[in-house]
C-alpha cells in the first residue's frame, strides 16, 4: 500500500517566517494530495489540497508543490502567525476512498 | 450545519475491558471512515463504511475490534477485550459521495488502556 514520511516532525519559526514541510509518498499511481491542520482539541481539518495534473496551487498564505518524479509534495505557509501553530499532517490518496497520512509536524509559531 | 460528533472525547479504561466509541456523521454523508492515531505516528486507516455497509475493513487490527452502523446514521466501535497497544486517539470522519476528497474529521476520542 501507499506509505507516506512526513519531514520535520517538529518546526519552530519565528512570527513573520515562512514554514515549510516536505512529505514523499511511494505509490506512483497516488493522484490526490490533501494537507490538514489539527488545533488542540480539534481533528483535522483539510486547509488545502493538489491533484497530481497540477504543479502547484496558492489559497493566500498558504501554497503546495507537487513533484511527480520525484515523488515528493510540500507545503509552505507564508507570514506565519500565531493561529498557524498546529500539527499538520499531509496525506495521498492510493486508491479511491483511502487516505494514507503522514505522522505529522508540530508547528510552533514564537510571537 | 453540524459536524462530525465523537463520543467519547476521552476513555480510561483496564486492560481486559471493553470500551465502545461512537460517531455521528454530518447528516447526509454516505461516507463514514475510522482512522486511529498512536502516540504521535501516523493517522492510519481502520474502516470504511457506505451508508450501512462496510466497504473497506483491511485497516482493522484484529478481530478484538468490530465497528457497526445500523440504518446508515451513526457508528460505533467497540473494542472487546481492550489491550495496551489499543490506546490512541480514534477519528471518524464523514464525506459526501466524492470519496475521500471533502473528509471532515471529528475531534477524536483519547483511549487510554492502562
Known amino acids: 500500500g501507499e506509505n507516506v514520511e512526513q519531514h520535520p516532525s517538529t518546526l519552530s519559526v519565528q512570527e513573520g517566517d515562512s514554514a515549510v514541510i516536505k512529505c514523499t509518498y511511494s505509490d506512483s499511481a497516488s493522484n490526490y494530495f490533501p494537507w490538514y491542520k489539527q488545533e488542540l482539541g480539534k481533528g483535522p481539518q483539510l486547509i488545502i489540497d493538489i491533484r497530481s495534473n497540477v504543479g502547484e496551487k496558492k489559497d493566500q498564505r498558504i501554497a503546495v508543490t507537487l513533484n511527480k518524479t520525484a515523488k515528493h509534495f510540500s507545503l509552505h505557509i507564508t507570514e506565519t502567525q500565531p493561529e498557524d501553530s498546529a500539527v499538520y499532517f499531509c496525506a495521498a490518496r492510493g486508491s479511491v476512498y483511502k487516505l494514507s497520512f503522514g505522522a505529522g509536524t508540530t508547528v510552533t509559531v514564537r510571537a | 450545519e453540524a459536524g462530525v460528533t465523537q463520543f467519547p472525547s476521552h476513555s480510561v479504561i483496564e486492560k481486559g475491558q471493553t470500551v465502545t466509541l461512537r460517531c455521528d456523521p454530518i447528516s447526509g454523508h454516505d461516507n463514514l471512515y475510522w482512522y486511529r492515531r498512536v502516540m504521535g505516528k501516523e493517522i492510519k486507516f481502520l474502516l470504511h463504511?457506505?451508508?450501512?455497509?462496510?466497504?473497506?475493513e483491511s485497516g482493522m487490527p484484529n478481530n478484538r475490534f468490530l465497528a457497526e452502523r445500523t440504518g446508515g446514521t451513526y457508528s460505533t466501535l467497540k473494542v472487546q477485550p481492550a489491550e495496551l497497544e489499543d490506546s490512541g486517539v480514534y477519528f471518524c470522519?464523514?464525506?459526501?459521495?466524492?470519496?475521500?476528497?471533502?473528509?471532515?474529521f471529528g475531534s477524536g476520542t483519547q483511549l487510554s488502556v492502562l
Open positions: 463504511f457506505v451508508k450501512e455497509s462496510k466497504q473497506d
Open positions: 470522519a464523514s464525506s459526501p459521495g466524492t470519496g475521500v476528497e471533502k473528509l471532515f
